[in-house]
Nanobody
Framework: QVQLVESGGGLVQPGGSLRLSCAAS????????MGWWRQTPGNERESVAI???????NYLDSVKGRFTASRDDAENTLYLQMNSLKPEDTAVYYC???????????WGQGTQVTVSS
């Protein structure tokens, strides 16, 4: 059973930075896609940064130039460096990993990010 455990969330002032981590049980090399998603109350979960197995990453338009996803396969960890944070970045951030074949979709428990003065 794959487990994804996020950490690094918290309260930060506008303009500040946070780095989220997602530690996977076992090797991250087995995942075809890994990424970060976020969700606010009453809204659907949206993709923030999606990385394929070749390291190519697609970002949500509103975070381009501010957020950077990276993966350390030696540490079995996915990261999200978030800079120049804005109040609208406030959300619960989730780590996701997808693997196929056969298709499996894994989620972490989420970590709260609050951007407020």
């Amino acid at each position: 059973q794959v487990q994804l455990v996020e950490s690094g969330g918290g309260l930060v002032q506008p303009g500040g930075s946070l780095r989220l981590s997602c530690a996977a049980s076992g090797s991250t090399r087995r995942f075809n896609v890994m990424g970060w998603w976020r969700q606010t109350p009453g809204n659907e979960r949206e993709s923030v940064a999606i990385m394929n197995m070749f390291g190519n990453t697609n970002y949500l338009d509103s975070v381009k130039g501010r957020f950077t996803a990276s993966r350390d396969d030696a540490e079995n960890t996915l990261y999200l460096q978030m800079n120049s944070l804005k109040p609208e970045d406030t959300a619960v951030y989730y780590c996701n990993a997808k693997q196929w074949p056969p298709y499996n979709d894994y989620w972490g428990q989420g970590t709260q990010v609050t951007v407020s003065s």
